[in-house]
Nanobody, 126 residues
Framework: QVQLVESGGGLVQAGGSLRLSCAASGRTFSRYVMGWFRQAPGKEREFVAAINWSGGSTFVADSVKGRFTISRDNAKSTVYLQMNSLKLEDTAVYYC???????????????????WGQGTQVTVSS
């Protein structure tokens, strides 16, 4: 089992940047594929980005492509989400998640992740 703790959320103006971190503890971090999801009020949880075990392969949702970057540091057991050029519609609770699976053809869905953090709020203001 792995425990996940997100940090780095907050209030930022549109056009600004934030970097989210997700620290993992428990089993060997490098064995897990890591993902970021977000959930806005009244909406379903949606995929944002994912990174495979080594960091050599990633997926990024079309809605954030070119603005968000996912990365990981296996030595620090941490995955990051760099968010630039933030928009009002990026406002949501952001969750990191872990799984042992990877599909090179598509990003995994919510149900395919086994472990979840508690979430961190990101609010983008005008």
């Amino acid at each position: 089992q792995v425990q996940l703790v997100e940090s780095g959320g907050g209030l930022v103006q549109a056009g600004g940047s934030l970097r989210l971190s997700c620290a993992a503890s428990g089993r060997t971090f490098s064995r897990y594929v890591m993902g970021w999801f977000r959930q806005a009020p009244g909406k379903e949880r949606e995929f944002v980005a994912a990174i495979n075990w080594s960091g050599g392969s990633t997926f990024v949702a079309d809605s954030v492509k070119g603005r968000f970057t996912i990365s990981r540091d296996n030595a620090k057991s941490t995955v990051y989400l760099q968010m630039n050029s933030l928009k009002l519609e990026d406002t949501a609770v952001y969750y990191c998640a872990a799984t042992n699976q990877w599909n090179y053809g598509r990003p995994l869905t919510v149900s395919e992740y086994n472990y979840w953090g508690q979430g961190t709020q990101v609010t983008v203001s005008s």
